[in-house]
């Protein structure tokens, strides 16, 4: 019986999802990856975060997303696993927005961190 738990997420975008990560300073290994977990059962991962206690966390691109995947009841990350998510989700949310205006041309011309954690960007092109 696997111990393993997919939680869904809204990532789909593996290079943001990088990114956020080492943003949090999370130290990530890259595909193609084993996150371990109990009695040595493995799931293959396109991300894996090694945890001190031999099981691992890891995102799995499932066809649509990358889950989450993880056997919860060794999780060992300073976070809960909805903090967790939401912390890294909210940091890829802000890659994501910042390689797609800078391919449009845009560049980031303030960043303000809001007491309630969420992050104001302006953003701004010059024209010729």
Do not use: C
């Amino acid at each position: 019986m696997s111990h393993f738990s997919q939680i869904k997420t809204q990532i789909r975008n593996l290079t943001s999802l990088q990114a956020a990560l080492t943003d949090l300073g999370i130290k990530w290994k890259a595909e193609p990856e084993a996150v371990r977990g109990y009695r040595g059962q493995s799931r293959k991962a396109a991300i894996a975060i090694v945890q001190e206690n031999g099981y691992d966390v890891g995102f799995s691109w499932n066809g649509k997303e990358y889950e989450l995947v993880a056997d919860l009841q060794y999780w060992q990350q300073p976070l809960s696993v909805e903090g967790f998510l939401r912390q890294v989700t909210q940091r890829y949310a802000y890659r994501t927005v910042v390689n797609e205006t800078a391919k449009q041309g845009f560049q980031i011309s303030e960043q303000q961190q809001n007491t309630d954690g969420s992050i104001r960007l302006l953003v701004q092109r010059w024209s010729n």
